[in-house]
């Protein structure tokens, strides 16, 4: 049984800031074959609500890291281009994370083809190349996408430092493994949390941009989510659909520290409205990098790599 | 995947479903509207402008150690540079063109300077003596902003570990310490007492904290066990060093009071079991020659900057091309056999037999 990893205290005030960084892929390797089918025990629906993060990201987060690469040649500046960089590997390497849970999914005789199938249409078709636009309109196309991403990744931030902040899932005896990748990627989110913002406004500064960005993908975002758990729930062979989520359910499971509240989560998305908004006014960096010194999967990959 | 036949519903019901033929229809419309009014950027802003590199002039320079000196750059006009946080470092263009990282080692109080210490390495690629044989007061130069690759998140307890001029980002970090009041220790390795740069600044800070350890006094090289039984319970280590230490304080960190390791990751170790071979940029394109001690990608990425890359350790996948012709050597740890066979090929790695042509789809 692998240990589980406390999340080291919150750092002096004075340090939690932390400007140009270094970005960098760590090449994590996980171990699923010992993964219990409810790896929060006896709280399906709370596992389940998290794993629709399995669902959503491996195509998602090939979709940033493409929408990423066809936005380097509009690049401007140094700095900015090393950082899109970086946050390319890293978004690459959670795609193949999440990926091989998603694999371990099917094993366990839990199919969750039919939903990805849907992802991946959304993804590739539906924000996908669209035939017979003009140079002009390709490179709208391509500032647009960058605005998704970077209100998407105000929620994955948002999530990261909830997964880093949730003693509950400790409390719960979640599986170690689950926590690390949870809490590995939840880390990488907060480190690279001002990358796609950044972008976005290095290409647009308009604050209609980032309007329509938060307001187009965040309450897709939550309906996907909604959607995501309902259909893990109907497909979960144990469970044979006696369970229906609720927001009732999600409330309470919420309060116990199993899951982040809906309230919150609500209100963190209407902060990015804020037009004196930067995504640094959200989590810690120090305590983010202070897991990653800390988390089995980065210190392995350091080891090796 | 199948791009034109919507994806069957949720549940198996014999529908399209509803969410996805209405998002289907929407992007249809929404792709092509971007770039009218109001769904454009505006045309009127300036676009934004790329950070210009610093200015620097060498203000002091002094010999701290034997074979390390000490410069202190100041902006010529005499005004603030940059903020900077310890961990971080300078990347410096020298005369000769050739660009080098060098850790801060001063105090980020200080706004008017930045300090760095330099060791000359007989067999290094000549960057350092450079530094040594070069820069003198007056001597100007320019640089990139600082990064930080190896931040201090100041936790509780800590432990830094310096291999010789390794100390140069943990002095910061000693300082930032001691000014929060943490627990903190610092074990200064090298070879003899004249080889430690910085060690009366350290002392100075606290000098009960700050452990000398010279291989002449204790009988050789350290091991990971000796240097962390340094650590205060559930300490974080920073280490900065020569590889080896760095190995071996990562090996014994699991039986270690200590509990979490940071260090600076340098990206791709040196090219040393390379051939040179050559790479053509599509099947009419120019043909680039490989050196024996870089990668295709380094080489491609002179021809092509806009190509993309991130991890240069063959495992994230980034720089992903498609190979049209010729025969590869594969050293990635990402792409699978089918992958491969189907001409997948990682330039940040992989290489080919010497005389070989690569013709790659880009």
Known sequence: ?305 | MDLSTPPPDLYGRPRTDTLIRRLTAFGDRYSPALGGPLLRRNPRRPLSRPTPPLQLAVAARRQLASEVVELTFADPSGGPLPPWQPGAHLRLALPSGRERHYSLSGDPADRLRYRIAVRRLPGGGGGSAEVHDTLHPGARLTARRPRNGFAFCAEPAVLLLAGGIGITPLLPMAREAQRHGLDWRLVHVGRSADTLPYADELRALDAHRVVPRTDDEHGGVPTGAELLAHAPRGAAVYCCGPAPMLAAVQRALDASPAASLHFERFGAAPITDGEPFAVRIGADGPTLDVPADRSALDVLREARPDLPYSCHQGFCGTCEVRLLAGRPDHRDRRLTPEQRAAGALLPCVSRAAEGETLVLDI
Not at chain 1, 140 to 156: C, D, K, L, Q
Not at chain 1, 210 to 226: D, N
Not at chain 1, 227 to 253: M, V, Y
Not at chain 1, 270 to 285: A, F, I, K, N, V
């Open chain 1, 1 to 305: 049984m692998p240990r589980s990893t406390p999340v080291p205290a919150l750092a002096a005030p004075a340090a939690r800031v932390h400007e140009s960084l270094v970005l960098e892929p760590r090449d994590v390797r996980f171990d699923w074959a010992r993964l219990p089918l409810h790896w929060i025990p006896d709280e399906p629906m709370a596992t389940h609500v998290i794993n629709v993060l399995h669902l959503l990201l491996p195509e998602g987060e090939r979709w940033f890291v493409k929408v990423f690469k066809e936005a380097l040649p509009l690049i401007r500046d140094e700095q900015l281009r090393e950082e899109v960089l970086g946050f390319i590997g890293q978004e690459a390497i959670h795609a193949e994370a999440h990926q091989e849970v998603l694999d371990h999914l099917l094993g366990q005789g839990l199919d969750p083809r039919p939903y990805v199938r849907q992802v991946s249409w959304l993804f590739q078709r539906v924000l996908g190349d669209k035939p017979g636009l003009t140079p002009a309109q390709r490179r709208e196309n391509v500032i647009e996408r960058v605005a998704f991403v970077a209100a998407i990744e105000h929620f994955t931030a948002f999530l990261g430092n909830w997964a880093l902040n949730s003693p509950g899932l400790d409390r719960a005896k979640a599986d170690p493994t689950m926590l690390d990748l949870l809490r590995w990627h939840g880390a990488e989110e907060v480190e690279h949390r001002s990358v796609a913002f950044d972008l976005m406004v290095h290409l647009d500064p308009g604050y209609l941009r980032r309007v329509r960005g938060m307001a187009l993908s965040g309450p897709l975002l939550v309906h996907l989510w909604v959607r995501g758990a309902r259909f893990l729930l109907a497909a979960d062979p144990t469970l044979q659909g006696r369970l229906k989520p609720s927001w009732r359910e999600a409330g309470r499971i919420a309060r116990r520290g199993l899951l982040p509240d809906p309230i919150r989560s609500i209100r963190s998305g209407l902060r990015y409205l804020r037009p004196g908004y930067h995504p640094t006014q959200e989590g810690s960096s120090s305590q983010a990098l202070g897991y990653l010194a800390t988390s089995p999967a980065a210190r392995a990959a350091a080891a090796h790599g």
